[in-house]
């Protein structure tokens, strides 16, 4: 391609970014329904379909803030809830997602950087894996590259009362969003304070428009204070870091390395990104030019570092360092990476060379179909096929599964939403069928199994979920165990027969 054409304003501020967004839509929307609804996908889309003051009220006792809910309510009223409807609009953010990145990365630093990281992210896997999930951290990453889009602008030149106006409702949607949105105000007041020119001129207009989307929150502030003593006082799910293991797997995970899933067995892609960064880093002490940083690289270093050492240091204490929580710094991960290739050497065929081999080991090390290890659809195909025998009665723990369940089982049933009583009109529904969502031992109804001739018991991680159950063990006490179905990640299904 002529590099004057490349060059020219309009091929890259029209152009490039609808190539971009093609790129993604079309890479991310190949798979889009090929994975089942499962982990956290039923519960949102469940609840979407809630009159909007139940949706409201019901997500106030849960950890998440109801801001994508509430796009997702309107989205299924248009579109329905198949696979491939759900995850369209998230596969859809995902993709403006790259191509905000790109322009934020040409604005503030050059076009090589800005499109470098949008391919970057463009073939993430963990940022597909996103874009295949009916869930809001799609969402959440748009909503923090638009943030500190705006953020950086205001800081660079003299804010319009246009782009103020963008600033105070992308950081009021962050926190409607995700309760983590506290981090990008967090990073962005970090910036003003502590960057000189910034905390002279900026920090009286930033405190402003800082307080208006806090204002705009209160509503929900005291939902939000709730949850946080909650969860510090009674402990969560997630487990502690072990060392500095855990930042390490969260940069793999963003290098398309998860889960040990590397480049010849080994995280080499990994390994030459954090080398180049390192290297550029050694590079920019040793010219004396790291102290002469921009403060655009000095904001997107802090949106990278302040939250990822924060998080990791308060996990120790109450955890919350996992890889989806974290989605909101990687395209600050991907700028740096960008910016370590533009200060690796002064040979521009070396960054090049560089450049077009990190973007093919991403490509080649990326999962466009990436796996949520829930067959949930072949689970509930195999219960239904077992159910068929006559006199069975089937029990699934935990009982919050009954979501997942029910959206292959009966999805009729799942989208006649009780607005009165969440999930009532739901399990009655189950229970009618011979199909008993249950805690513990304790709620198996000792004269039904006595009743019945065939027991299925689908456990959906029972003993992580609810340690100490006991079901297997009382169905073992009363039925003979004939046989036992694994699906990869967490599910089996026992069979049992009367003796």
């Not at 799910?237 to 010849?264: H, Q, S």
């Not at 979501?403 to 607005?419: G, S």
Request: hydrophobic share 50%.
């Amino acid at each position: 391609m002529n590099r004057q054409y490349f060059e020219n304003p309009r091929f890259q501020a029209y152009v490039l970014p609808v190539g971009l967004l093609l790129l993604n839509i079309i890479l991310k929307s190949i798979f889009l329904g090929s994975q089942s609804i499962a982990n956290d996908e039923p519960f949102t889309i469940y609840h979407a379909q809630l009159r909007l003051p139940f949706l409201i009220s019901e997500l106030s006792r849960y950890n998440n803030p109801p801001g994508f809910e509430i796009l997702l309510h309107y989205w299924i009223k248009v579109f329905g809830i198949s696979p491939a409807s759900v995850r369209f609009l998230p596969m859809v953010i995902s993709a403006l997602s790259a191509v905000m990145l790109y322009f934020l990365g040409r604005k503030f630093f050059s076009l090589r950087i800005g499109l470098f990281a949008a391919l970057l992210f463009t073939f993430s896997d963990f940022q597909i894996y996103f874009a295949h999930e009916a869930r809001v951290y799609s969402l959440f990453t748009l909503l923090t590259l638009i943030s500190m889009y705006s953020f950086l602008n205001l800081v660079s030149e003299k804010g319009t009362i246009r782009m103020k106006a963008v600033y105070v409702i992308a950081n009021a949607l962050l926190l409607y969003a995700h309760f983590f949105g506290f981090w990008i105000i967090l990073v962005q007041l970090i910036c003003t304070l502590f960057i000189n020119n910034l905390r002279n001129r900026f920090w009286k207009e930033y405190l402003v428009l800082f307080g208006i989307p806090l204002i705009l929150f209160l509503p929900y502030l005291r939902i939000f204070l709730a949850r946080f003593v909650q969860s510090a006082g009674d402990g969560t799910w997630v487990r502690p870091p072990k060392g500095l293991t855990a930042i390490l797997d969260l940069l793999r995970t963003f290098m398309n390395e998860a889960y040990g899933e590397t480049l010849l067995g080994k995280p080499i892609l990994s390994g030459i990104t954090l080398a180049i960064m390192a290297f550029a880093l050694f590079n920019l002490i040793r010219s004396k030019q790291l102290y002469a940083a921009s403060k655009q690289g000095i904001i997107i270093t802090t949106w990278f570092c302040a939250p990822l050492i924060l998080v990791y240091s308060f996990s120790y204490v109450v955890p919350m360092l996992i890889d989806r929580y974290m989605v909101f710094i990687t395209p600050a991960f991907f700028l740096l990476i960008a910016l370590s290739v533009e200060n690796l050497h002064k040979n521009a065929g070396i960054r090049q060379i560089t450049v077009f081999g990190l973007l093919f080991l991403m490509l080649l090390t990326c999962k466009f179909d990436p796996e949520n290890h829930r067959d949930v659809k072949g689970v509930v195909q195999k219960i239904k096929a077992l159910k068929s025998k006559p006199n069975t009665l089937v029990y699934l723990c935990p009982e919050w599964f009954d979501l997942n369940f029910v959206y292959y089982y009966e999805p009729a049933w799942f989208k006649e939403v009780d607005n009165t009583v969440t999930k009532g009109l739901l399990r009655e529904r189950l229970r009618g069928d011979g199909i008993n969502p249950i805690y513990a031992m304790g709620e198996i109804d000792s004269t039904a199994i006595a009743n019945a001739d065939r027991i299925v018991f689908l456990d959906a991680g029972a003993d992580f979920a609810i340690p100490g159950n006991g079901i297997k063990a009382y169905l073992q006490a009363h039925f003979k165990l004939t046989k036992m179905s694994e699906y990869p990640e967490i599910f089996k299904i026992y069979e049992f027969e009367k003796p």
